[in-house]
């Protein structure tokens, strides 16, 4: 995932914010506040197993703890699990997460879907000293920031229960075993986001089989680096061309909960990311929300990606709560 970076033009789009006692276009801004200092001992939690690399010790005592902690709020938790085969020819135990919220028959709204990946990158291979590149990465940021997002979601959720729609909530696993910098062996496209294809091609299957237990959903985000210091999540590319009326509705609601400056209404680049096969497979329009540093000169993923120093002395709980805050934005205007 993310090595392979394709400039798409995108349109800006403008938008405006509100409160809640006031209506504007389509939505009011919402009081119920996301927690932010929440997230962030969520996102520590994660770290304090250590990185969680695929068919490591610390992998499994995390999942277990994701898992936990989404019936904890009510979630019914499945575990999908599966052997996939990393670029290199190693079996990856894998086990994507997926917690289903309770009573969809009473939300008059639908389904959606928040999805991220929830293991670490096994190499630090864009790290400055060469001597890290086959080091694990602890990803506070590129792992463990999106499922803390969704996690306090989820407790939010449980204690605001007042949402017409349900949502759900899949934590991707084997996103990260992707094609290290230092390996020459090929171009690796493929060898990213291997749990989310699993469970695009099994949502696939299960539609075309009218299993009556499928959810159908009427769009997806993904969460991918959603805690970074100094953060701006610009438009994806392959959002924009598969769900761009999803990018407009999100992007809206963080300019009517305050957080537009997080949003810039610009083009990014399109990323090869776990929405991709969530779109092209299991055919969910489904937007990345994910962060864009133009400026970089290290990466436009930002300084930290895929580097020994992804750690939680670069979680932001002002970008937690921006990204937070936009969703609990967007969900509850459903």
């Known amino acids: 995932m993310r090595k392979y970076i394709y400039i798409i033009s995108v349109m800006c789009l403008m938008a405006c914010g509100t409160t809640k ?36 010790e610390a992998h499994e005592q995390c999942g277990a703890w994701i898992q936990q902690k989404f019936q904890q709020y009510g979630y019914q938790v499945e575990l999908q699990k599966a052997d996939l085969k990393g670029y290199d020819g190693t079996i990856l135990k894998s086990t994507n997460i997926i917690a289903k919220a309770p009573s969809l028959k009473e939300r008059a709204g639908g389904a959606i879907l928040i999805c991220a990946h929830w293991d670490s990158r096994p190499w630090a291979d864009n790290d400055p000293d060469s001597t890290n590149w086959r080091k694990p990465v602890m990803a506070a940021n590129d792992g463990a920031s999106g499922v803390a997002v969704m996690l306090e979601l989820a407790r939010l959720f449980q204690q605001h229960d007042s949402l017409n729609v349900a949502v759900d909530f899949v934590c991707f696993d084997a996103e990260d075993w992707g094609i290290p910098q230092w390996d ?108 864009f540093y133009p400026d970089c000169p290290q990466s436009s993923f930002g300084p930290t990606w895929h580097t020994a120093s992804d750690d939680m002395r670069h979680i932001d709980k002002n970008t937690l709560q921006a990204v937070g805050q936009t969703l609990v934005q967007l969900v509850y205007n459903e």
Not at 22 to 51: K, L, M, R, W
Not at 200 to 221: F, M
Not at 253 to 281: I, L, M, Q, R
Request: glycine share 10%.
């Open 21 to 56: 006692k006031q209506s504007v276009e389509d939505q009011s801004v919402v009081t119920i506040q996301f927690n932010a200092d929440s997230a962030y001992q969520f996102c520590a939690a994660q770290c304090a197993f250590g990185p969680r690399t695929m068919n490591s």
């Open 184 to 291: 020459e062996t090929g171009d690796g496209t493929d060898s990213w986001a291997l749990g989310s294809q699993y469970w695009a091609k099994k949502y696939q299957e299960q539609t075309l089989s009218a299993n009556p237990s499928t959810r159908h959903y009427t769009y997806g985000i993904l969460l991918d680096m959603v805690g970074g210091q100094g953060a701006r999540f610009y438009q994806e590319g392959f959002s924009m061309q598969k769900a761009s009326t999803i990018v407009e509705k999100v992007w809206r609601a963080a300019n009517a909960a305050g957080y537009g400056s997080f949003f810039p209404a610009k083009e990014g680049s399109g990323v090869t990311d776990d929405h991709v096969p969530v779109n092209e497979v299991a055919n969910i329009p489904c937007i990345d929300i994910i962060n």
